[in-house]
């Protein structure tokens, strides 16, 4: 819940990075689970933004606390980017390779399998930007927003009015989720079915938003940009994607496509992008993969830039190379989420850049069961 620790928090970072535009604090846990599908290393945390310009989250961190509150264990203790998409109600997510393995979503940020657990605890998330000298972590004021569950006796937010005594989840398909802001996790979290989701998948979802101004009474704006419907169907001129059951670290995508279509009219560094990768055939994946503004650059000129280099080291999609006529993409390592057990022909590809969607679908491809898929050309589709 949010307490006194948000106050502290706000304090803290304006005293420490004055120079930072840093904006977070105006946001809430909204969604635990761990066991997701009886599996225990299954983990999912959800925040949502109560407030735009709420996505320089870059180095902040998420803990739990044991039953009893004495064990503090950290699940992200460095938060390595911000957000690309902001807005009222917009979420976004931490949660373990296995949930994203299970749910076919990709979380914002992902943390090693710690089992935390499921009948009793709290979930913690915040922290000022830097850490100062005096931060503790087994403070729970010190964290923007705490949910204490199940018969948790540990010290909890100041203004907190308890502890649900409901789990994280039923081991299956419901999740802990808020249902209201009364300052009592006993009032406010209900058990529901759990809906995993990114940043970018959460912004498609909430596309509008009204806003007071002095001089009018309300006016309609576009929370998510990319879901203008801009779409355009291009031209694919291959797509590789490598999986293997018993090495997921090498998961791999390689997506290159070619149409006189694809413009530079958006920048992404200011309007972010995202890359779905989907498909209805074999098992059945769909992977909304965030490319945040923050690591996009200009190719040439900043007035007349002739494309946008995308480089993220962290994440699952280490590079793209947007040109006119052209888009690259190569992603590595176990947060990309495809299975190959089964042939995924035809995989469709959906890039979202600033306010254009281009969209395409590989078919008659080659494929390997857990090894690859390799197709040749992709046909102009409908957006989504």
């Not at 959800?46 to 996505?55: G, K, P």
């Not at 006119?324 to 959906?350: C, F, N, Y």
Request: aromatic content about 8%; overall charge neutral.
């Amino acid at each position: 819940m949010r307490g006194p620790g948000r106050v502290l928090v706000a304090t803290l970072l304006f005293l420490a990075v004055a120079h930072r535009a840093i904006a977070f604090q105006l946001a809430e846990i909204d969604e635990v689970m761990s066991g997701y599908q009886n599996d225990p290393l299954a983990e999912y945390v959800e925040i949502r933004m109560l407030a735009s310009r709420q996505t320089d989250v870059s180095h902040t961190r998420l803990y739990v606390f044991g039953c009893d509150g004495t064990t503090v264990t950290p699940l992200v203790t460095d938060a390595p980017h911000d957000l690309a998409f902001d807005g009222t109600d917009v979420r976004w997510s931490m949660a373990t390779a296995r949930f994203a393995e299970l749910s076919g979503v990709v979380p914002d940020f992902t943390f090693p399998s710690q089992g935390f657990p499921n009948d009793c605890g709290m979930v913690c998330w915040g922290a000022p930007v830097p850490i100062p000298p005096t931060w503790a972590a087994s403070d729970p004021d010190n964290y923007v927003d705490c949910v204490a569950y199940g018969p948790y006796t540990g010290t909890l937010q100041t203004s907190d009015g308890g502890p649900t005594a409901l789990s994280t989840g039923d081991g299956m398909s419901l999740s802990l989720q808020r249902v209201s802001n009364t300052n009592d996790d006993a009032a406010d979290f209900r058990l529901l079915p759990v809906t995993p989701t990114n940043n970018a998948l959460s912004a498609a979802a909430v596309t509008t938003t009204t806003v007071s101004s002095p001089t009018t009474t309300s006016a309609t704006t576009t929370t998510f940009p990319s879901d203008i419907a801009r779409g355009v169907g291009i031209r694919g001129a291959g797509l590789t994607l490598k999986a293997s059951a018993r090495k997921p670290g090498k998961r791999a995508i390689v997506l290159v496509a070619k149409d006189a279509k694809i413009a530079l009219a958006d920048d992404p560094t200011t309007g972010g992008a995202s890359l779905r990768v989907s498909t209805d055939a074999g098992d059945r994946f769909d992977a909304t993969y965030a490319l945040a503004a923050t690591k996009w650059k200009r190719i040439g000129k900043a007035s007349a830039p002739k494309g946008y280099r995308f480089v993220d080291g962290s994440g699952p999609i280490k590079s793209v190379l947007v040109r006119a006529g052209r888009v690259k993409a190569v992603g590595k390592g176990a947060q990309l989420v495809q299975s190959l057990h089964a042939d995924p022909d035809p995989v469709r590809i959906t890039l979202v850049l600033g306010g254009s969607r281009y969209c395409t679908s590989f078919a008659g491809g080659t494929f390997a069961a857990d090894k690859r898929y390799v197709a040749r050309s992709g046909s102009p589709v409908a957006c989504p």
